[in-house]
DNA sequence: TTGCTTCGTGTCACTTAGCGACATAGCGTC
DNA sequence: GACGCTATGTCGCTAAGTGACACGAAGCAA
């Protein structure tokens, strides 16, 4: 099965598991409902996910891969603040349709996390593979391997910043507080930015020559 | 129960629990194993923890709880590295004599959480409370309240950091490789402090007035 | 076409993690 | 000693996961 087919798969099952989780509660929810709900065994299900909880981590990650796929390609020439507010925007007006309810059903684990301990390891799991994704970009821009001790706790700062930021958000935009503030993609981005440039000293953030 | 007889208790649990999983591998351990080896019944063990693998989270927040606690009695008037240097020495000289072997035994469980997802899970879910207790000693630091956006990711990229520093001298440490430039605690201190200062802006690390 | 292989999935049987309900034993208080 | 409170044990059950095997679709060769 090639890697994006299967991964195609993992989303197609993390929203219908997500969706169930959200409507009636983890515990209520079934490996067998699940499985149902997207129209597969359940054997096959469990060929998938290594339990019923990290069924949520796709989608979860979902919410984080528009911001990693922009630092991906993160021009060395470019500031922070600069790369984000232009390729958000960019992302917001061209980016694929489903996107925007999958953000939406991320933010709803997140904050069913808080109450959930189940929810929460697949929301830190996730996190801590945005964590790697992160320290991959920081080893390209500091030109050092990707295990590199400075790396490691560069990009760990920076991914907890991001967790932080990405719950705090969520929360006011799903307790339909003025979303306004969030609105103006230049602001978001900027606090972004200057999140990631302060808890790695700087070391992140500036264009490298 | 009283609180502190529970955590003795789940402490317990735990080291048991860490031996059997390093013994033996995760898989291999059956919660009926956890609990002869411990004297307890097995429906006790899920009384005081929701999941196998959640057994080892206190030993392995042991590994950080000497920390937590100098943290927690940082005089406002001291910088960090001057109080973390005094503190863990006298920790080490005067410090009870059981903290040596649980930290070994929680470094074992951070290596095998490079394998194991489900153990991957308790470390990050005990990291996650390290976080919050830091989020109080942070917000007191600062004088402001706990849930405060600032206070959250000064709290959450400072534990993230010293995460990171702990798989890495943990892994050291039980590599066995020369341990000599741990053995120094003024300098292991200096690196600590260094790395909450830098992941926190500046904002964390001098004295408060 | 036929036959072979490969791989994803379904089916079924099985183990065990984990919980609800009730019984019991320890322990402090009067 | 009687009473209540709470931690633990016992029993039984549900459901999370797994192993083994069979089926069917797709690809490839002759």
Redesign the pocket.
């Known amino acids: 099965?090639s890697e994006a087919r299967r991964a195609r798969?993992r989303l197609e099952i993390s929203r219908e598991a997500a969706r169930l989780f959200w409507e009636q509660g983890v515990a209520a929810t079934?490996?067998?409902q699940i499985a149902a709900a997207v129209g597969?065994?359940t054997?096959?299900i469990?060929?998938h996910f290594?339990?019923?909880e990290s069924c949520a981590e796709p989608i979860v990650l979902q919410g984080t891969v528009t911001l990693m796929s922009v630092l991906r390609d993160w021009p060395r020439e470019r500031s922070l603040e600069e790369h984000l507010d232009a390729e958000l925007v960019r992302f917001r007006d061209e980016g694929p349709p489903v996107g925007l309810a999958d953000e939406r059903l991320g933010r709803k684990m997140i904050r069913l996390a808080d109450t959930e301990p189940a929810l929460r390891t697949a929301w830190l799991m996730a996190c801590d593979q945005l964590e790697r994704q992160l320290a991959a970009v920081i080893a390209g821009r500091l030109e050092r391997p990707a295990g590199d001790l400075e790396v490691r706790m560069h990009a760990a700062a920076a991914a907890a910043v991001v967790r932080v930021l990405d719950e705090h958000i969520g929360a006011a935009l799903l307790a339909d507080a003025d979303t306004t503030e969030f609105e103006d993609t230049a602001a978001v981005s900027r606090r972004y930015a200057q999140a990631i440039r302060e808890a790695t000293g700087g070391a992140i953030g500036d264009p490298v020559t």
Chains 1, 2 share one sequence.
């Open positions: 099965m798969l079934s490996g067998d597969l065994s054997r096959t469990w060929r290594r339990s019923k």
